[in-house]
């Protein structure tokens, strides 16, 4: 390595290895993005180096993900080896260099702007589990190929679902075990946890690791500990990825009432329907919230923005627009339930990559073994979500309403 920057021993095989394919998975606070940084700046010092380094999403390095590197570099106290532009890190010692491309453009070709890339040595997937398409990644993986450096394909995720096409082909059909470390079949997997990194991490930081842990031991898991989550057989709802919300001209909140052992949950939601496609972004979801809570908490978030909430509490829905709330009840009648989800179904869902109650819900949600009406339960986001998206796209409103 360049310099004296420590590196966990985990993150030694990215520079050791022969592997075409490192799978690098962890959750909050691992260390990934250090380690994987520390590598591509180190990788660079070696001429003949093109780096091509991808989000889906990614439409500015320069705001994003360059200031990284730039501490990195620092860290490293090598400032005067690089040259720095909006979308490119240039090692002047050698000529190698890092480019910083999003995959989804702004055309809508997905993979127009990266499949006439050549020269390219090292393809860096950050935040690969955004990625659902795996023809979109086959692609991109096919144009890999100099053959006077040794090739890498570099995934780095916070794990989701096993219906993943990254756990699905990587993990699965080798039987790799996730969460270990080791190499198989031309695949490197390098898995770190905060305990990987508690050096560098603070002590109120891990306070709030071990109450995550107290509280939600599965939240804990996947989150911290970075685990893949499993799914129910026969979900009810299959349309949907992990990304990031987009805010759109027709949005609004959803609202599920609960109290003791059910949650109180509001979400944002979003539709674009050019695109058909509804983004969704978990706002909370609380036991045990007094009318007051609720208020508080739904002024902070949405001030004088639409809520579509559960009508089953008339009273409550009063004390809340009493209480100066811009909140309706959503319009019950029979049929109403399976009509929401069948929009659910219509569209493609984009879940916020935050929201961790809506993703443990969409997995879990199935239809009753013994009607065909879906379990009354794992359905508190899902029911807020069903709320707003019946009232923007079937309601008397429909497509007029606009959060400002």
Request: net charge neutral.
């Amino acid at each position: 390595m360049k310099n004296s920057v420590q590196l966990n021993d985990k993150y030694v095989p990215l520079f050791t290895d022969k592997s075409r394919y490192f799978v690098v998975t962890g959750g909050r606070g691992s260390g990934k993005s250090f380690g994987i940084t520390v590598f591509l700046l180190n990788l660079t010092y070696e001429a003949g180096h093109k780096v091509l380094f991808t989000r889906f999403t990614l439409t500015s390095a320069a705001a994003s993900i360059i200031p990284e590197f730039i501490e990195k570099i620092e860290l490293m106290g090598v400032d005067s080896d690089f040259r720095i532009t909006k979308d490119e890190i240039i090692n002047l010692t050698t000529g190698s260099s890092i480019m910083f491309k999003g995959i989804r453009t702004s055309s809508g070709n997905q993979t127009a702007a990266l499949k006439s890339l050549s020269g390219v040595t090292t393809f860096v997937l950050d935040e690969a589990e955004e990625l659902t398409d795996e023809d979109t990644f086959s692609k991109i993986d096919f144009s890999i190929r100099s053959n006077t450096k040794q090739n890498r394909v570099v995934l780095i995720l916070n794990p989701t679902t096993k219906e993943h096409w990254i756990y699905q082909r990587f993990f699965m059909y080798p039987n790799f075990k996730s969460g270990t470390n080791g190499s198989k079949n031309d695949v490197t997997y390098i898995h770190t946890t905060f305990e990987d990194n508690k050096k560098n991490l603070s002590s109120s930081y891990l306070e709030q690791l071990y109450d995550l842990k107290r509280r939600d031991v599965i939240k804990f898991e996947h989150q911290i500990l970075g685990g893949w989550l499993n799914k129910a057989e026969g979900t009810i709802i299959t349309n949907w990825k992990v990304g990031h919300f987009v805010q759109t001209d027709l949005m609004c909140y959803g609202q599920d009432f609960g109290f003791s052992t059910d949650i109180t949950s509001l979400v944002k939601v979003a539709v674009d329907k050019d695109t058909r496609s509804v983004y969704v972004k978990a706002i909370y979801g609380k036991t045990n919230l007094s009318t007051s809570d609720i208020a508080y908490r739904n002024k902070t978030e949405c001030g004088t923005d639409l809520i579509i909430c559960d009508s089953a509490e008339p009273r409550l829905i009063s004390e809340l627009k009493n209480m100066g709330l811009n909140i309706k009840p959503t319009i019950k009648k029979k049929g109403s339930i399976l009509s929401g989800i069948a929009l659910m179904q219509d569209y493609q869902i984009i879940v916020d990559r935050e929201s961790e109650g809506i993703i443990r819900e969409i997995n879990n949600y199935v239809w009753h073994e013994k009607n065909e009406r879906p379990i009354d339960k794992f359905n508190h986001y899902i029911d807020a979500i069903r709320y707003s998206l019946m009232y923007l796209l079937q309601g008397v409103n429909s497509g007029k309403y606009v959060i400002r």
